[in-house]
T-cell receptor, first 116, second 109 residues
Framework: DTAVSQTPKYLVTQMGNDKSIKCEQN?????MYWYKQDSKKFLKIMFS???????INETVPNRFSPKSPDKAHLNLHINSLELGDSAVYFC???????????????FGNGTRLTVT | GQNIDQPTEMTATEGAIVQINCTYQ??????LFWYQQHAGEAPTFLSY??LDGLEEKGRFSSFLSRSKGYSYLLLKELQMKDSASYLC??????????WGAGTKLIIKP
C-alpha cells in the first residue's frame, strides 16, 4: 500500500531516556514533516525536510533531532526525555512544499509518546 | 500574529446538515485546507480552497471568502461516521501551515 508509515505506534518510557521514531513514505513526495499534537489537539510543526534538506526548524528543544537519510525517510530522535514531551507525534509528507499549489499533507498514523 | 479560530465543539443529528466555520488571520494567504481527524487516528485531507467560492465534493463542500478571511465546511446527510474533529489550516505567504485547534463534531442518532 502507498502510505506514510511510522513506528512505533505507542512508546512508553521514563524521563531521561533517549528514543527514536521512524518514518517512511512511499508516495514519492519531496517534502516530509514532523508534527506534535498535544492534549489540546493543536498540530505544531517541528521540522520539515525538502529533498533531504531542512527547511523549517521551529523553536523546539535541541533534544529533538531529525535525521533524513534519503528522501523517503525522516526519523526523529529525542534525547533526555521530559514529562512535557508526552504527546502524539505525526510524520507527514507532501508532493511539494507545504500547501504550495494545494499540495496536501499525508499523515502517518502517529506515535503516542508517554513519558513517566 | 497569525491565528485560526473555529468552534471547539458542535453537535448535529444524523441525516442533517452542519456548517463548521473557520476564520483566519495570516501574513499573506495561499489557500486553506480542511482535514478530518477521527479520535486516535491521523488527519486526512478533505479539501483545499484558494479562490473565492464553493467547492463541492460529494456530501462535503468547502467555501472560501478571501476578503472576509473566512471559510466553512458544509457536511450534508450526516452519518455517524462523520463524528470526528475537523481541522482548518491556512497557508501563509511563506507557505507555512497555520492550524486551528479543530472542531469536534458529535453526531447524534
Amino acid at each position: 500500500d502507498t502510505a506514510v508509515s511510522q513506528t512505533p505506534k505507542y512508546l512508553v518510557t521514563q524521563m531521561g531516556n533517549d528514543k527514536s521514531i521512524k518514518c517512511e513514505q512511499n508516495l514519492g513526495h519531496d517534502t516530509m514533516y514532523w508534527y506534535k499534537q498535544d492534549s489540546k489537539k493543536f498540530l505544531k510543526i517541528m521540522f520539515s525536510y525538502n529533498n533531504k534538506e531542512l527547511i523549517i526548524n521551529e523553536t523546539v528543544p535541541n533534544r529533538f533531532s531529525p535525521k533524513s537519510p534519503d528522501k523517503a525517510h525522516l526519523n526523529l530522535h529525542i534525547n533526555s526525555l521530559e514529562l512535557g514531551d508526552s504527546a502524539v507525534y505525526f510524520c507527514a509528507s507532501s508532493q511539494h512544499v507545504t500547501g504550495e499549489g494545494g499540495s496536501p499533507l499525508h499523515f502517518g498514523n502517529g506515535t503516542r509518546l508517554t513519558v513517566t | 500574529g497569525q491565528n485560526i479560530d473555529q468552534p471547539t465543539e458542535m453537535t448535529a443529528t444524523e441525516g442533517a446538515i452542519v456548517q463548521i466555520n473557520c476564520t483566519y488571520q495570516t501574513s499573506g494567504f495561499n489557500g486553506l485546507f480542511w482535514y478530518q481527524q477521527h479520535a486516535g487516528e491521523a488527519p486526512t485531507f478533505l479539501s483545499y480552497n484558494v479562490l473565492d467560492g464553493l467547492e463541492e465534493k460529494g456530501r462535503f463542500s468547502s467555501f472560501l471568502s478571501r476578503s472576509k478571511g473566512y471559510s466553512y465546511l458544509l457536511l450534508k446527510e450526516l452519518q455517524m461516521k462523520d463524528s470526528a474533529s475537523y481541522l482548518c489550516a491556512a497557508v501563509d505567504s511563506n507557505y507555512q501551515l497555520i492550524w486551528g485547534a479543530g472542531t469536534k463534531l458529535i453526531i447524534k442518532p
